[in-house]
């Protein structure tokens, strides 16, 4: 299903969050989270299928090149939108690291919906990833 564009777009962005959160958490062997408000977060179907793919790149580079065992997926919307994906996994240099393909497409993606995609790494804390609007 999170493959399927029309099922993004029919379903509420904290529904799909928290749907996929928990089909990755496993426990034992990893954990995932999402964390939101109760409210309502209304956004474009179009921007919830870019956000939803972020989320997959993010989460996906965690767990497979940085080895993650511990996510943290926060959606907020205050005065902005911000969605925050938060790993613990080996994390790297943003100073001596250029962007791979995926961080390449985060950027690209939270561009196409007029946000802001902020990346902090450590390779002993792991990586941060906001995306901001």
Known sequence: ???NTDHLRTRPLQHLLRTAC????LPGRRSVQFITSDSPIDVSPDDKVVLFRIFQEATNN??????????????VNNSQL????TDNGSGFNTASVSDGQ????????ATL?????SVYSDPANGTIITISR
């Open 22 to 25: 928990e089909q990755l958490d």
């Open 62 to 75: 965690a767990l497979k090149h940085a080895r993650a065992t511990r996510i943290t997926v926060a959606l």
């Open 1 to 3: 299903a999170s493959l």
């Open 82 to 85: 911000r969605l925050t994906i």
């Open 102 to 109: 995926g961080l390449a497409n985060i950027r690209r993606r």
């Open 113 to 117: 919906i007029g946000a802001v995609a």
